[in-house]
């Protein structure tokens, strides 16, 4: 009667449930037209703008009617009586309703500084290909869908909901021991996941697109997970956007998607085979067509990021070195070298260290000059990029977050743009609730006193460390390579080697780089875990059914032969054994 009162029963056929996720949709996009203020500023007449204002609407209608199909699922099974629903509702519920509540303590987020520059182009309906245009549109549609300015935040986190909802609920119903479903929760709770759940930059939800493709195809396993077209379409999309959103994912895709064909392979017709095998390739590259026209990413300036950091020491090292005067011409090229005197080299990048103009020519030289000066001179690149990962994983008593519990502050507005400043105080419902509360809330959560970015707190050196993201990871590499478990061995293989190209080309020592690792590694172990549990359980359970069936099938084996040789017998008919191949033989009439 409760759920019957809660939710309405679902008509057969194409009744109101089937049909109201379109209307939804269409409701959305409509009243998105009205409420645009909030959130966008006015229109240009500018040739760009009605296309995107196009395709911003028509993903909007596309994700409103996603949303409102899960919707209509979720309602109908949690109806229907399935129990794995309404336990997704169960488990995944309170941890969104507990981001919610962060969310309103720390409003409007814990912003860093680079979302207000998406959110002032956005605004203006311009893309920030820097962030990644995806990113951008992450933005607009969210906006449409909810007229917030922080709205990305809010799915960003159900994302997040859903995932751990999903995987707690699925290994609650199936494990000996239900509470240790549980344990997923704990990757979910700690300060820089709840911290990165309410900073809405790319590496959140790409994080949890990751562990949503793993978790999926390990729970239901090579026989169910892609049984379907519209399975084998979902994950190639999917895919394509991982591979696309993040730079290292070039590394992470062909290996994840290489595991999910072997595991899923002999279980696959030929045509889905050659889908997943291409698709999420051609895919990936068709979604970085816009961002390779972008005159910045044209000209190569972001790819000078991935070696501005090493270069640095080179630099330092050999400027006045005339043995090496040539290689310090090729790379003052496309360098100036004062600024890596003052800074460490990500950050003299954004400090004048990089010439504003320069040539595509200029830019190859002084990449193969720092290629060579760094074959012949590696301790110096070692040094550099071991220090900057060890401060990224917290060896330095914190990580590199920037100081979000003051970023509202009126003190900390002379590090930020001036029209940045200007513009996020106009900004509809983006000041916070309460500016003390505020700031005490996300200085727990970064673990470190506000104000204070080099200061950590009690626990931050083992709680805000990735270090033991990796070593979890590698744990689910060797457990699960032992195991023959060839989706974990793959997952964890991509992500380790995704970690190396961070490693090698990562500007600054930021902690959000190793994100995904920070939650996929332990969720790769408790999957490898919790598979092997129910294995040997089912094992276990086969067999202490077999004494009994077999003692069952001998009994009738018995009887239907003794009751076959009477009724033969009686026909005139006698049995006779040949060893060879068991034939009757019919005897003669008598």
Not at 472 to 487: D, E, F, H, P
Request: proline fraction near 6%; aromatic fraction near 14%; glycine fraction near 6%.
């Amino acid at each position: 009667m409760f759920r019957r009162a809660i939710f309405p029963v679902p008509s057969k056929g194409s009744g109101p449930l089937r049909s109201w996720p379109f209307l939804f949709a269409l409701c959305i996009v409509l009243c998105s037209t009205f409420y645009a203020g909030l959130t966008f500023g006015n229109l240009r007449s500018t040739e760009e703008i009605p296309g995107l204002v196009l395709l911003i609407k028509s993903l909007t209608f596309l994700a409103s009617w996603g949303l409102g199909h899960c919707i209509d699922w979720l309602i109908r099974e949690i109806r229907g009586g399935n129990v794995f629903a309404a336990r997704w509702l169960k488990f995944g519920a309170p941890y969104f309703a507990f981001n919610m509540l962060l969310l309103l303590l720390t409003w409007p987020g814990t912003y860093r500084l680079d979302e207000f520059s998406i959110i002032y182009m956005a605004r203006h309906w311009e893309l920030d290909y820097w962030q990644h245009y995806l990113t951008s549109l992450f933005y607009m549609v969210s906006w449409n869908i909810i007229p917030l300015i922080n709205s990305p935040i809010v799915f960003e986190t159900l994302l997040a909901s859903a995932v751990v909802g999903y995987l707690v609920a699925f290994y609650y119903g199936r494990l000996p021991n239900k509470r240790l479903s549980f344990l997923f929760f704990l990757p979910f709770m700690m300060p820089p996941v709840l911290d990165n759940n309410l900073y809405p930059m790319r590496s959140t939800p790409w994080t949890y697109l990751i562990a949503g493709v793993i978790a999926w195809l390990v729970t239901l396993g090579p026989h169910k997970a892609l049984n379907s077209p519209k399975r084998v379409i979902l994950l190639i999309l999917t895919l394509s956007v991982v591979g696309s959103w993040r730079s290292e994912a070039i590394i992470l895709l062909p290996v994840l998607m290489t595991a999910a064909l072997a595991y899923t392979w002999k279980d696959l017709n030929k045509v889905s085979r050659f889908a997943i095998a291409i698709g999420p390739l051609v895919g990936m590259q068709l979604l970085n067509i816009p961002q390779k026209l972008d005159a910045q990413m044209s000209n190569n300036r972001y790819e000078v990021t991935s070696f501005v950091g090493p270069v640095a020491p080179l630099i330092l090292a050999d400027e006045k070195n005339p043995s090496k005067a040539a290689v310090m011409t090729d790379l003052g090229r496309l360098f100036n070298f004062k600024p890596f005197h003052r800074v460490l080299g990500g950050e003299a990048f954004w400090e004048g260290g990089v010439r504003k103009e320069y040539t595509n020519g200029d830019f190859l030289v002084a990449r193969n000059a720092f290629l060579r000066e760094a074959m012949v001179s590696p301790g110096l690149v070692f040094q550099e990029r071991w220090d900057n990962f060890s401060d990224s994983l917290g060896f330095g008593g914190y990580c590199h977050v920037r100081n979000s519990a003051m970023i509202f502050h009126p003190l900390f507005d002379k590090g930020m743009f001036p029209f940045i400043v200007k513009a996020r105080s106009t900004w509809p419902l983006f000041q916070p609730f309460n500016l003390e509360l505020r700031k005490d809330v996300v200085s727990y959560l970064q673990m470190r006193p506000a104000g204070d970015a080099t200061t950590p707190m009690f626990g931050s050196v083992l709680l805000y460390n990735g270090a033991p993201a990796f070593v979890l990871t590698l744990l689910a590499l060797i457990r699960g390579a032992k195991r023959r478990q060839v989706l974990v061995v793959g997952a964890s293989i991509a992500m380790l080697l995704c970690a190396c190209g961070v490693f090698l080309t990562a500007p600054q020592s930021f902690f959000f780089y190793y994100f995904y690792l920070y939650v996929g590694g332990p969720v790769l172990l408790l999957l490898s875990e919790f598979e092997a549990k129910l294995k040997r359980e089912n094992v276990r359970a086969n067999f202490a059914m077999l004494p009994a069936e077999a003692f069952e099938i001998l009994s009738s084996s018995i009887e239907l032969t003794s009751s076959a040789r009477r009724n033969r017998e009686s026909a005139g008919v006698k049995l006779e054994s040949d060893e060879r191949d068991l034939k009757l033989v019919r005897g003669p009439k008598g």
